[in-house]
């Protein structure tokens, strides 16, 4: 049976990457958080590519891109980032790549060089893939696309949770100013912004579980034959 290919945009901290976990799960789906991609190249340059200001540097960064090695590997049915075959998933979660990650992922050169990896990852089909233009830029001919969105005040409460759990140290204002800054860089930037598809079916989920965010995408997903 023919498997769909699933896209799902949204907002920071709308859920998207544990409900595309959990459907992926499900429905026998590989499922692909391309924000750890963008957070990978960000650490690289956080690793590699300062200045002497102590900020990125773009020129530095576009020319190391070709020998950056990122690749997921399946550890227990779940896709873990490597860079140079070192696992880099709780990296990519710190507070200094969320604060450098959307102006690095604005960049023209960073997209190009991410945008033919993830369309390859989903060449065969039975992918779920979620990010911020996969509905309107890497995948615009997917089987389903649905675009998140909450509160600014739930998604702190959410992130500020998620860090906890990570066991980074957060503070809730601080992670609310960060989200809402990524939200504006990745909306305003001119390559591939975040928004919504025109054939995107557009979740609020303020008020609702993670639990029932994900029936409610299974309901639209069982029309699929
Ligand atoms: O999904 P996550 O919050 O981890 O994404 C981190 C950042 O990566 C976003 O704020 C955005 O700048 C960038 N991103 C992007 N395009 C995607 C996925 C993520 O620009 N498809």
Same mark, same amino acid.
């Given at each position: 049976?023919?498997?769909?290919?699933?896209?799902?945009?949204?907002?920071?901290?709308?859920?998207?990457?544990?409900?595309?976990?959990?459907?992926?799960?499900?429905?026998?789906?590989?499922?692909?958080?391309?924000?750890?991609?963008?957070?990978?190249?960000?650490?690289?340059?956080?690793?590699?590519?300062?200045?002497?200001?102590?900020?990125?540097?773009?020129?530095?960064?576009?020319?190391?891109?070709?020998?950056?090695?990122?690749?997921?590997?399946?550890?227990?049915?779940?896709?873990?980032?490597?860079?140079?075959?070192?696992?880099?998933?709780?990296?990519?979660?710190?507070?200094?790549?969320?604060?450098?990650?959307?102006?690095?992922?604005?960049?023209?050169?960073?997209?190009? $060089?991410?945008?033919?990896?993830?369309?390859?990852?989903?060449?065969?089909?039975?992918?779920?893939?979620?990010?911020?233009?996969?509905?309107?830029?890497?995948?615009?001919?997917?089987? $389903?696309?649905? $675009?998140?969105?909450?509160?600014?005040?739930?998604?702190?409460?959410?992130?500020?949770?998620?860090?906890?759990?990570?066991?980074?140290?957060?503070?809730?204002?601080?992670?609310?100013?960060?989200?809402?800054?990524?939200?504006?860089?990745?909306?305003?930037?001119?390559?591939?912004?975040?928004?919504?598809?025109?054939?995107?079916?557009?979740?609020?989920?303020? $008020?609702?579980?993670?639990?029932?965010?994900?029936?409610?995408?299974?309901?639209?997903?069982?029309?699929?034959?």
């Amino acid at each position: 049976m023919k498997k769909p290919v699933i896209a799902i945009d949204g907002y920071s901290s709308t859920g998207k990457s544990s409900i595309s976990k959990v459907i992926a799960e499900k429905l026998g789906l590989i499922h692909l958080d391309t924000g750890a991609l963008y957070r990978g190249i960000t650490w690289y340059a956080l690793q590699n590519c300062m200045d002497g200001n102590g900020s990125i540097d773009l020129e530095q960064l576009f020319s190391s891109l070709q020998h950056i090695e990122l690749e997921f590997k399946n550890q227990d049915g779940e896709l873990i980032l490597h860079l140079d075959h070192k696992d880099i998933s709780k990296e990519i979660r710190s507070n200094e790549v969320s604060d450098n990650v959307s102006l690095v992922a604005k960049q023209k050169e960073v997209r190009d $060089f991410l945008l033919q990896y993830q369309r390859t990852l989903a060449e065969k089909g039975g992918i779920i893939m979620d990010g911020r233009d996969i509905g309107t830029v890497v995948l615009p001919n997917a089987d $389903f696309k649905f $675009f998140l969105t909450a509160s600014i005040d739930e998604r702190t409460k959410r992130r500020y949770h998620e860090l906890l759990s990570l066991g980074i140290e957060a503070a809730e204002q601080q992670v609310k100013e960060n989200l809402i800054e990524r939200d504006k860089i990745d909306s305003e930037r001119e390559i591939a912004p975040l928004k919504q598809a025109d054939d995107a079916i557009v979740i609020d989920n303020t $008020f609702l579980t993670k639990k029932e965010t994900i029936e409610s995408i299974l309901s639209y997903l069982k029309s699929f034959n």
